[in-house]
Nanobody, 123 residues
């Protein structure tokens, strides 16, 4: 069982930056691919970024490439999402997710989800 707790959300002006963190329980963190999803009001949840267990492979949605960076610290059981050049359309609840298979994760069906953290970008 993996428990995920997100933090770092908040209110930021357009063009600003935020760093989200996701702390995971368990002693096999490095076995899990980790990812970030988001859900804006009235929209479906969508994948934002993902990273393999070793950190050697990453995936980014087209709409965040060049602005967001996913990383992980396996010693701290934590995954991060550095978000730069934020836009009002980035406003959403951001969820952390984990799965043993990065393909399953990026297809939106990971085994484990956090409860989310709200990011609001003002114009």
């Amino acid at each position: 069982q993996v428990q995920l707790v997100e933090s770092g959300g908040g209110l930021v002006q357009a063009g600003g930056s935020l760093r989200l963190s996701c702390a995971a329980s368990g002693r096999t963190f490095s076995s899990y691919a980790m990812g970030w999803f988001r859900q804006a009001p009235g929209k479906e949840r969508e994948a934002v970024a993902a990273i393999s267990g070793s950190g050697g492979s990453t995936y980014y949605a087209a709409f965040v490439k060049g602005r967001f960076t996913i990383s992980r610290d396996n010693a701290r059981n934590t995954v991060y999402l550095q978000m730069n050049s934020l836009k009002p359309e980035d406003t959403a609840v951001y969820y952390c997710a984990a799965d043993l298979n990065i393909l399953v994760l990026t297809r939106g069906a990971p085994n484990y989800w956090g409860k989310g953290t709200l990011v609001t970008v003002s114009s």
